[in-house]
């Protein structure tokens, strides 16, 4: 109970200020759909999706790697740091580049190449800050995570009143944006360093094996974006930027539970991590876990779907009065989101991702085909009936092929058969003396 008490408390800091953010950032969306109208906010959930895609790709599952080797070898806090820092300004910087050629194919206009410029500047900058709370989070200092995150609340509070006050221009009012996450940025990075963090020099070696390492949970990381962001897309070809707006407003609540789920399974894998050594103690904290986790999302579920018609007219005004049902259809996925997290951390931390990327892969066939069969019919109702469909069927589908308790064992077993990671066992198959070097 004690470890469980320390996750809650963990998640509660991190959700605490990831929370404010994510309500800041809904503030957002619907002063642009309210100053700009709800074909812009289409376009810029648009824009915002590939963008987004293409940062989850670049980040390759390094964060999670992160977390996961970080809390079982804090000693090592420098070396891991440095070597992912540096796969992921060459991972970033190849999205970028691809993302300059998409731009330049689809032809954009000068404005929309200042908005788009201007999304992926931010989205990057968090992908960043991301990573930097997951060293947090490995190095268990989750409330300096929330002390820098509400800051980033305030700034970004201050910012979307004063650009309702003024009606000032959409560029205007993305470059405080920017600015608000640059500060998170430097401030995590800050924070980092005040806890020992350092740059260090670091073997080629090391990155490969690293970004190696990363891959296969970066592709089931990179498989939930995409069917997240996905939705926005498939209903763009489908159907008017009216639509996909009413859609987007709907869907920016739900944007916030996937952020909270991914939030909690960096807690969880983090605590996971350390007693994935101990059968036992692991398998119980994960059942209270998941019972914890069930126990409050099933009614709060059921209580946003009845409130959501009243809630989206009051934020967004009667002109997104299509929004309602995909809103409601939405809020039924909720539990189904959150338990998808906890099983896929459970999965990391016992090293069988490979059953969670088979899941994703088919959880992100079945969403494509499913989005655009009611899409078409249905519109943004059918689109979010899908979501709910591909969330339960994932949560069906790790409860019926989750690894065997023997295989658990003698993953556990064998992967922490010795403490010291130069063992031929450990997370890195090299001395971790080699780690330091010339890079």
Known sequence: MT???????????????????????VGGAVLIGRLYGVSTLGLCATILAVATIAERLADNGLETTGIAEIS????????????????????????????????????????????????????????FSRLHAGFLKAIRQTNQIARIQSLHFVLLLLGLLAAYAARLPLLSLLLML???????????????????????????SFCWHLFCRSSMVGAVYSLSTVMLRGDVLVLSLLASTAVVGAFAAANSA????????????????????????????????????????LFLSL????????LAPEVIQVTFGNSFASAVLPAAIMMLAVPFILANAAFLARSIARDAVQTSFA??????????????????????????????????????????FRESPTARLQSGTSRHSEASPRSEESPFPFDTENVKGNF
């Open 3 to 25: 470890q469980l008490r320390t996750t809650l408390a963990s998640t509660l800091h991190v959700i605490g200020g990831e929370s404010l953010l994510r309500l800041a950032n």
């Open 254 to 293: 739900l944007v916030m539970v996937y952020v909270v789920a991914w939030l909690f399974n960096g807690i969880l894998l983090s605590d996971l991590g350390r007693l994935s050594s101990d059968q036992n103690s692991f398998d119980a904290h994960f059942r209270r876990c998941l019972v914890a986790l």
């Open 299 to 306: 009614p709060s579920s059921a209580l946003a779907a009845l």
């Open 178 to 204: 920017v600015a608000a996450q640059s500060v998170e940025f430097l401030l995590s990075l800050l924070a980092l360093r005040r806890f020992g963090a350092r740059a260090t020099s670091v073997r080629s």
């Open 72 to 127: 079982q070898q804090p000693k090592l806090l420098n070396e891991f740091a440095t070597a992912l820092y540096i796969d992921k300004l060459a991972l970033s910087s190849i999205a970028a580049a691809i993302l300059f050629s998409i731009a330049l194919i689809v032809g954009l206009s000068p404005f929309h190449w200042s908005i788009a410029l201007l999304f992926c500047l931010r989205t990057f900058l968090y992908s």
């Open 359 to 400: 899941i994703y892969c088919g959880a992100a066939l079945l969403s494509l085909v499913l989005n655009f069969l009611l899409g078409r019919v249905y519109g943004a109702a059918g689109v979010a009936t899908s979501i709910v469909l591909r969330e339960a069927a994932m949560t069906f589908a790790f409860v019926r």
